[in-house]
Nanobody
Framework: QVQLVESGGGLVQPGGSLTLSCVAS????????VGWYRQAPGNQRDLVAS???????NYADSVKGRFTASRDNAKNTMYLRMNSLKPEDTAVYYC??????????WGEGTLVTVSS
């Protein structure tokens, strides 16, 4: 069982930056693939970035070059650094952890609003 708690969301102007954090507890974090997803009103939940247990990253085309996902296994924490934010990045951001047995765990989400 894994519990995930996100933080770091908020209101930011276009072109600004935010860093989201997600702290995991309850299991061996280093063995899990982790990721960030987002869901805008009326839309489905989409993958933003993922990191395998081995550290390989993958990004949605819409955020490549602007967002950076990372993980610190010693702190059981994952991060999403978001630069050059656009209004279309506005969404609830969720962190995800997938166990080696393909069980998915989700945080409760943190709202990011990009607006002037």
């Amino acid at each position: 069982q894994v519990q995930l708690v996100e933080s770091g969301g908020g209101l930011v102007q276009p072109g600004g930056s935010l860093t989201l954090s997600c702290v995991a507890s309850g299991s061996i974090f280093s063995r899990y693939a982790v990721g960030w997803y987002r869901q805008a009103p009326g839309n489905q939940r989409d993958l933003v970035a993922s990191i395998t247990a081995g550290g390989r990253t993958n990004y949605a085309d819409s955020v490549k070059g602007r967002f950076t996902a990372s993980r610190d296994n010693a702190k059981n924490t994952m991060y999403l650094r978001m630069n050059s934010l656009k209004p279309e990045d506005t969404a609830v951001y969720y962190c995800n952890a997938k166990s080696p047995y393909e069980i998915n765990y989700w945080g409760e989400g943190t709202l990011v609003t990009v607006s002037s």
